[in-house]
């Protein structure tokens, strides 16, 4: 069994978040294969080119995780139709500076869930444009975005709707196949 460090990212800074909730079940049922790191985004300075000269404690912690890792899992919620500020502080950060992003040829998931009908559709779909702009591969089938958020677990975290918890299972085991696959093929020189 190959070992997956996977990255993961979870886009509210709320101690209560629903998206901390989410990520935190998919962590509970992820494979034993997989070894997951969360990447802190809260104390990150907004990022500025006049830092790129610099050496910021912080900016090269969230470097070195992503350069690590094999894979990223974003867990976020929508900020006015986008991608929340923190996340998007974090991408411009380990993209800069220029020539020296650890993004090419990484590999993404994005999972969504928001109080909207739309379950962080615009968040998800921004945030894909960004990572595939950077050369990440993201998996796109299963998409997922989880509407009406706040129904959908309870105040242990656990899952109030069985249809919405074997959807974000079904995701699990999707991403961990296509993990495989990239991995395997990526040894083999080939993608």
């Known amino acids: 069994m190959q070992r997956k460090h ?10 209560d978040s629903i998206n901390r909730k989410i990520a935190q079940y998919i962590q509970s049922i992820a494979p034993a294969s997989w070894v997951i790191d969360e990447i802190h985004i809260g104390d990150l300075p907004v990022y500025n080119q006049d830092f790129d000269a610099e050496r910021i404690e912080a900016y090269e912690r969230v470097r070195a995780q992503i350069k690590q890792a094999d894979a ?7 900020h006015n139709r986008s991608i929340p500020a923190a ?45 595939e702009a950077l050369g990440v591969q993201v998996m796109i089938s299963p998409e997922v975005f989880l509407s009406k958020a706040f129904d959908l677990l309870n105040e242990q975290g656990d899952f109030t709707n069985e249809r ?19 991995i395997e093929s990526k040894g083999s020189g080939t993608q």
Do not use: M, Y
């Not at 996977?6 to 101690?15: D, N, Y």
């Not at 919405?164 to 990239?182: E, P, T």
């Open 87 to 131: 996340v998007k502080n974090l991408l411009d950060i380990t993209s800069r500076p220029v020539g020296q992003s650890v993004w090419t040829g990484k590999r993404a998931a994005v999972v969504c869930a928001s109080p909207s009908t739309f379950g962080g559709l615009s968040s998800g779909l921004h945030l894909r444009q960004v990572l």
């Open 164 to 182: 919405s918890q074997a959807f974000v299972q079904k995701f699990v085991v999707a991403w961990d196949v296509w993990l495989d696959r990239q």
């Open 6 to 15: 996977i990255a993961l990212v979870i886009g509210s800074l709320r101690r």
């Open 72 to 78: 990223v899992l974003f867990v976020t919620p929508e």
